[in-house]
């Protein structure tokens, strides 16, 4: 079984700039999450998608964060313009319905915000 | 507002020693609790998964533990060896998501 896919694996830009990453979770998976972690802390919840629909964005800085998963499968997730505090790896799980809380994470995307 | 805390926040220990990992948690309503594994550059792998009814869950080497009224967990690592060598993150479920620690980071040497 593939797990969770994500790219790219490393991004480097100036500030103010944009961002993109990518996820493919595992076939299957309902639910979609995007973490933060800022190196040295545990990673935090941006972002929740079951299906197309989101669960909860609570943590997710609207202003300069958005994040979408038109098709239920493949997820974006983009930074504009970024600040030097989004300098962090973003993880990608995914889980499925019938064992929800069980995460399965991609590598992450290491973010460096010069 | 759940808040997860881990102690030591850095260990190291000789190959062959045995060794207790902390996480406290501050709200008893959780779910389950989990330990994930985390090696320098990569996403997280799950160790074990401790629903809210139980005491304990083992795998291998590996055993966790789970006090729900005094909001602790603890994962011991018998015999250790240097492959260990990782961050060792502590989540519980609150909600419909993962509130993560800081992650304890243990060097094993040989």
């Known amino acids: 079984e593939a797990g969770v896919a994500q790219s790219p694996r490393y991004k480097i830009i100036e500030k103010r700039q944009s961002v993109a990453f990518w996820c493919n979770p595992i076939?299957?998976?309902?639910?979609l999450y995007w973490y933060q972690q800022i190196l040295g802390q545990g990673p935090k919840l941006l972002i929740q998608?079951?299906?197309?629909?989101?669960?909860?964005d609570s943590q997710l800085p609207k202003d300069r964060f958005s994040a979408e998963r038109l098709k239920g499968v493949d997820s974006t997730l983009k930074i504009q313009p970024a600040k030097l505090e989004d300098s962090a790896v973003y993880l990608c799980?995914?889980?499925?319905?019938?064992?929800?809380?069980?995460?399965?994470f991609g590598s992450g995307t290491q973010l460096s915000v010069l | 507002k759940q808040e997860v805390t881990q102690i030591p926040a850095a260990l190291s220990v000789p190959e062959g020693e045995n060794l207790v990992l902390n996480c406290s948690f501050t709200?008893?309503?959780?779910?389950?609790l989990q330990w994930f594994r985390q090696d320098p550059g990569k996403g997280l792998t799950s160790l074990l998964l401790?629903?809210?009814?139980?005491r304990e869950q083992t795998s291998g080497r590996l055993n966790a533990s789970l006090d729900k009224s005094s909001g602790r967990s603890t994962l011991y690592i018998a015999a250790s060896q240097p492959g260990d060598s990782a961050t060792y993150l502590c989540?519980?479920?609150?909600?419909?998501?993962?509130?993560f620690g800081k992650g304890t980071t243990l060097s094993v040497s040989s």
């Open positions: 401790i629903q809210s009814s139980q």
């Open positions: 799980a995914s889980s499925s319905l019938l064992r929800s809380l069980q995460l399965f």
């Open positions: 709200d008893s309503a959780i779910y389950n």
């Open positions: 076939s299957g998976h309902a639910t």
């Open positions: 998608f079951q299906n197309n629909g989101v669960v909860d």
């Open positions: 989540a519980v479920v609150a909600g419909t998501a993962l509130i």
